[in-house]
């Protein structure tokens, strides 16, 4: 079946960094443009970071651009975001995104579970 696991939250202080992973099973991941969202509680989901099939093309949410990083590596089926200037504000749940083909932001196929991220001042 299909799974994406989310790996490499956790609490940090402002400043630090941390690179999420997530590992996807179940479909051709070279075939998926893969995205990551953040969502905290009492908000709605938001796009944080996409890239390619290939990883030739990212696209970023202004809030993180300049500090975020995507990549992907196909020949492990695992997508990265290296978190760098963390800030208090990036608290939230970071969750995995993949869709098949182009991205689309609102098509997504499927999602992970999401991991932690606290970041304290």
């Known amino acids: 079946q299909v799974q994406l696991v989310e790996s490499g939250g956790g609490s940090v202080q402002a400043g630090d960094s941390l690179r999420l992973s997530c590992a996807a099973s179940?479909?051709?991941?070279?075939?998926?443009?893969m995205g990551w969202f953040r969502q905290v509680p009492g908000k709605a989901r938001e796009f944080v970071a996409a890239?390619?099939?290939?990883?030739?093309?990212?696209d970023y949410a202004g809030s993180v651009k300049g500090r975020f990083t995507i990549s992907r590596d196909n020949a492990k089926n695992t997508m990265y975001l290296q978190m760098n200037s963390l800030k208090p504000e990036d608290t939230a749940v970071y969750y995995c995104?993949?869709?098949?083909?182009?991205?689309?932001?609102?098509?997504?196929?499927?999602w992970g579970l999401g991991t932690q991220v606290t970041v304290s001042s």
């Open positions: 890239i390619s099939v290939r990883g030739g093309g990212t």
């Open positions: 995104a993949a869709r098949y083909g182009v991205w689309v932001p609102t098509g997504v196929n499927y």
């Open positions: 179940g479909f051709t991941f070279s075939m998926y443009s």
